[in-house]
């Protein structure tokens, strides 16, 4: 079975200090990893995927396939960055792509 | 302001009434998704559809039904059958294939009341 877990529901962090938000799956396939991301009053928008190993807006995340983890990381938090944060995994079901989210992360920079 | 809308942005029904929340997109996206967003529950998927005339279930599809006549339209109807509909409900699409980003529309509140 396909499942995204995100252990903290709510990450609070001072501004500067570095920030992780945890991400672990399971999945018998090779998985696709995602992090959306929903600022307040915005729409889920993608922050970055796990394919393009790109860093965005400062945020990086690493596929560990042994740990089965994909979290998210940046060095030094900004109050910008406060928001909801969700990880997806994309599996196949019966030729269908389907995304399976996580609970979500609440993420609060204080200043 | 193109891509994904979705209306009505709040919704209010009686118990026993049926609904229809509407999604239209303009990017062309063959595949067409509703999902349920709850607090502490992330989004579950209610249906998917990848090309017109075809969906499937999703998660939690009990209560629920679409259709998809249209590409850009991948309207969603909330039945009566449904026990807890109070939720936000999220529309999203993308292209077929694997790596492609969904895009999300920005939600309707449902309340039953």
Redesign the interface.
């Known amino acids: 079975a396909q499942r995204?877990t995100?252990p903290e529901?709510l990450l609070s962090v001072f501004k500067g200090a570095p920030v992780e938000l945890k991400c672990n799956y399971s999945y018998s396939g090779s998985p696709?990893l995602?992090w959306y991301v929903q600022y307040s009053r915005q729409?889920?928008?993608?922050l970055l995927?796990h394919?393009s190993r790109e860093s965005i807006k400062g945020f990086t995340a690493d596929l560990n396939k042994g740990e089965t983890s994909f979290h998210l990381k940046k060095p030094f938090a900004q109050e910008e960055d406060s928001a909801m944060y969700?990880c997806a995994l994309?599996g196949s079901i019966?030729g269908?792509?389907?995304?399976?989210?996580?609970?979500?992360t609440r993420l609060t920079i204080n200043p | 302001d193109g891509g994904i809308t979705q209306s009505p942005k709040y919704l209010f029904r009686k118990e026993g009434q049926n609904v229809t929340l509407s999604c239209e997109q303009n990017l062309n996206h063959d595949?067409m998704?509703w999902?349920r967003q709850d607090p502490?529950?992330?989004?579950?998927?209610i249906y998917?559809s990848?090309i017109v005339n075809d969906f499937?279930k999703?998660d939690i599809a009990e209560g629920y039904s679409v259709s998809r006549e249209k590409k850009e339209s991948f309207p969603l109807t909330v039945t009566s059958a449904q026990k807890n509909p109070t939720a936000f409900y999220?529309c999203a699409s993308s292209l077929?294939?694997?790596?492609?980003?969904?895009?999300?529309?920005?939600?309707t509140r449902l309340t039953v009341l």
């Open positions: 995204v995100q529901k696709e995602f729409r889920l928008q993608l995927r394919i969700y994309r019966q269908a792509q389907k995304l399976v989210f996580g609970q979500g | 595949a998704y999902y502490g529950q992330g989004l579950r998927l998917y990848q499937q999703g999220l077929r294939g694997s790596y492609n980003e969904q895009f999300f529309g920005p939600g």
